[in-house]
């Protein structure tokens, strides 16, 4: 995994909770949705195919280890998947989960409104939740 470097977009806007097989685990600093990132530890990867066939299967496992935790969450009607890479190359994908009547419903998040960032207790509060959840 060799000279991974997270993205300094990415760093900013979420805090980091775990390392998975493959990716960091990282959650989302918004108020608005419960909503995670997964980034693989590949150098220069920004797109799905540039992981071989091993380290594929090993981020689908992590997404589908996210996504049971998420639709566990309280209020979670739907998750959402993404991993686009417009703005921010480094593939990275989002697990979250929605609910109608959220701040972007029905529409996507990506680029619907201003985040609320949390206040520092509560983003650690909820990364050692998160952190307790995938042990």
Do not use: C, Y
């Not at 300094?8 to 108020?31: C, E, T, Y």
């Not at 703005?87 to 990275?92: C, K, N």
């Not at 029905?106 to 939740?129: E, H, N």
Request: overall charge neutral; aromatic content about 6%; proline content about 6%.
């Amino acid at each position: 995994m060799g000279d991974f470097a997270l993205d300094p977009r990415l760093q900013a806007d979420s805090a980091f909770v775990a390392d998975g097989p493959l990716s960091q685990v990282r959650l989302m600093d918004d108020a608005r949705f419960p909503w995670l990132l997964l980034v693989p530890r590949v150098a220069a990867a920004s797109e799905w195919i540039d992981l071989d066939g091993a380290q594929q299967r090993l981020l689908l496992a992590e997404i589908n280890q996210l996504s049971q935790l998420l639709r566990g969450e309280p209020g979670v009607q739907k998750l959402n998947l993404g991993a686009l890479g417009n703005i921010v190359r480094q593939l990275h994908v989002h697990v979250l989960g929605r609910h109608a009547g959220d701040a972007a419903w029905p529409g996507p998040v990506w680029g619907s409104g201003t985040p609320q960032r949390l206040d520092a207790d509560v983003l650690q509060t909820r990364v050692a939740a998160w952190r307790q959840r995938l042990r």
